[in-house]
């Protein structure tokens, strides 16, 4: 009751939009099982105030049986701890074409089964726990002497990958695939279906020296330090925001359902595909050394109306994902996805493309890099506005 009272009150008399809780497991623990039905979510759930504002679980706690993502009831949404762990494993070279597709494609197998829609995945690389994005890419092992704990404190297991060298470097090449690999997070973060969650000072490069447990450090470890702000990324990351409002294929509101948008129409809302231009079979998802996917995304098939009650219709779109080491020559899909595709990134590239890429063309997909596509279409031409226009359409003579 004084739990149910004081989030009431929070809504309420102080106006917060929601809550997130701390180690949410533990709220359904019937004395040592999770139960998906315990009392409070069963509160929660009839309560006419608390049930209308944004319910948000860290959906773990410290005991047995507590990492429960994708157990919470409707309602909730879920920090999704097996998006970061498939994300992180994915760009750091590990083999895991099916689990990454399956996160970046919203987490249908974690959420839909309750009713629940993508937005009940809260997306993330990185949190307040844990490595910074810089540190992520630059340290193999937590750095935590500061604390003097003797470094026992904080996550042992970080899936994180120092890229040759532990910590601070003058190397050039390292630092290019340090900087590449934050470019390769922060797409991959930004254009993934369900809600992203991006902590902050990742897009300006802040670390903590690879202290990831700041629980005790109001010292310049934990600081953001805003004259070392790493400006081409923080314009990378605007970047890539900007794309994700302005095209509604990256904030789908329902599922992927994997099967053609319109009738006589062949291609499915979304199709995955190999790198040599065809859709990918079974045995391409485990076939040995496979760490390339593109994803198409139709812009005829995105479920739901707009604000004023229209279909969605979105820009046609294609992304490709090289987790390996090597250069990969990709091919192109064919006319039916798109005549011609526009280059708005590619995180290996150092100028923007200067000519659309035709179906069936040849692309070099740089090793450890994100390419997204989006269909091609010449502008509209602009109106003439001079004061000359405006004489020729009232004297009916042209310019």
Known sequence: ??????????????????????LAAALAREFYDVDRLATFFELVQQDPVISQVKLIA???????????????????????????????DF??????????????????DLYEHTGRRPFASVNFVTAHDGFTLADLVSYNEK???????NNTDG???????????EGPTDDPEILAARARTQRNFITTLLLSQGIPMLSHGDEAGRTQQGLNNAYAQDSELSWLHWDAVDRPLLEFTATVARLRAQHPTFRRR?????????????????VWLHPQGRPMEDADWTAEGARVIGMYLNGNGIAGVNATGEPIHDDHVLLYFNGGPDDVEITLPPREYAATW??????????????????????????RSVLVLIEHAEPEPQQELSAAASVAAQTGRPR
């Not at 750095?143 to 704990?149: C, D, I, S």
């Open 1 to 22: 009751q004084l739990i149910m009272d004081s989030l009431r009150y929070w809504v309420t008399e102080m106006h917060v939009d929601g809550f997130r809780f701390d």
């Open 58 to 88: 860290e959906p773990w706690d410290v005991g047995p049986g507590g990492y429960q993502v994708g157990g919470f009831p409707p309602l909730w949404t879920e920090w999704n701890g097996k998006f970061r762990d498939a994300v992180r």
């Open 91 to 108: 760009w750091r070279g590990e083999p895991n074409l099916g689990e990454f597709a399956a996160r970046v494609a919203g987490s249908a």
């Open 143 to 149: 750095h935590n002497e500061a604390n003097e704990e």
């Open 155 to 165: 996550e042992s297991h970080n899936r994180s990958w120092n890229h040759g060298v």
């Open 254 to 270: 329902r599922f992927f359902t994997g099967t053609a948008v319109r009738k006589g129409e062949r291609l499915d809302d979304i």
């Open 342 to 367: 526009a280059r708005v990134i590619d995180t290996a590239a150092d100028a923007p493309a200067d000519a659309p890429y035709p179906a069936d063309g040849r692309y070099c997909l740089a090793g």
